[in-house]
């Protein structure tokens, strides 16, 4: 993939940046997405370093980059307007790349890797409240006046909810999926695959989704499909939960993923184990999922303040 960026890099380290990028997708399981992120984070680095030291750079003098070439590249991201969150992903990137090259080219990477990550104050998943999750819902559906289309997205934002689906996940599923049954097995991100127990609810939901779509149904087609028969679109779902937020007077955090949070913390709230959790959401490490303890215990806290008589 060629950019105005890319033309600033030797064709060496254009050929060792687009190697590492497909074993990153053939070996690691990449999502097409964390590729892109990934290409233009270091194209951004490799093409800052071209103007650093004054011309286009080849594999050897990648090498040769020192803490203060690091300290540069990140003061000048900085000076962007690029935020410590964005720039931490952008070194993570960069330090990624660099262990590869450095295995390949037999030179030690240690100006990079030792470069220090920005801190920053890691967001907290937003959830919605319980009572908030099922009018968003049952408010979803009176966003189309297609009875097909309006089954059709509730039956997704179900699944997001009832099954803690990531929305690429619920939209991946397809003919040979239905009807659903009592267990889905979901291959997440990294190609990561995980069991999730489906909920009567979602399953009556897709179930009168698939009778009222004028589409056929077939194994191999999406199960969700488009006015036209196609693939359905994320951002048709986004704009269906945007409308249901705006007239329940949600606040924007209220997304499709939100639900996603709002089915572990719920599921925290209500005794659930923290390791059977990270394995329903196919979270890679156990950190990950500690998060839904904050919210938890923020939760628990503001009921705390509101409701104890000293407060």
């Not at 286009?56 to 000076?79: C, E, F, N, V, Y």
């Not at 295995?103 to 319980?130: I, N, Y």
């Not at 695959?193 to 909920?199: A, F, M, N, Q």
Request: proline fraction near 5%; charge should be positive.
């Amino acid at each position: 993939m060629t950019t105005p960026a890319t033309t600033l890099i030797s064709p060496a380290c254009r050929d060792a940046l687009e190697q590492w990028l497909a074993g990153l997708a053939a070996l690691q399981g990449a999502a097409e997405n964390t590729v892109t992120a990934y290409r233009g984070d270091v194209v951004e680095f490799l093409a800052f370093m071209t103007h650093h030291f004054g011309g286009p750079q080849g594999l050897g003098a990648l090498a040769k980059i020192s803490t203060g070439d690091m300290r540069a590249w990140m003061a000048a991201t900085r000076a962007t307007g690029t935020g410590a969150r964005s720039l931490a992903r952008k070194l993570s990137a960069v330090k990624s790349f660099y262990t590869w090259l450095a295995e390949r080219q037999g030179f030690e990477p240690t100006a990079v890797l030792s470069a220090r990550s920005p801190k920053f104050q890691k967001k907290l998943p937003r959830p919605l409240a319980e009572d908030a999750a099922r009018a968003v819902i049952e408010t979803v559906e009176f966003q189309s006046t297609t009875d097909w289309i309006a089954a059709r997205d509730v039956a997704v934002v179900t699944l997001l909810y009832g099954c803690g689906l990531r929305i690429s996940e619920a939209l991946g599923l397809t003919g040979a999926d239905a009807p659903l049954p009592a267990v889905l097995r979901i291959t997440g991100k990294g190609g990561k695959e995980r069991i999730v127990p489906v909920l009567p609810a979602a399953r009556a939901a897709v179930d009168r989704y698939l009778r009222l779509c004028p589409h056929p149904q077939e194994r191999a087609a999406p199960l969700f499909r488009g006015v036209r028969g196609g693939a359905l679109n994320a951002r048709l779902i986004r704009s269906a939960m945007a409308q249901a937020r705006a007239q329940l007077g949600l606040p924007a955090s209220a997304t499709p993923h939100a639900l996603r949070h709002s089915f572990a913390t719920h599921l925290l709230e209500a005794g659930g184990d923290l390791r059977a959790i990270q394995e329903l959401l196919g979270h890679a490490s156990l950190s990950t999922t500690q998060a839904y303890t904050a919210v938890d215990t923020a939760h628990l806290m503001d009921v705390y303040n509101r409701a104890h008589p000293k407060a």
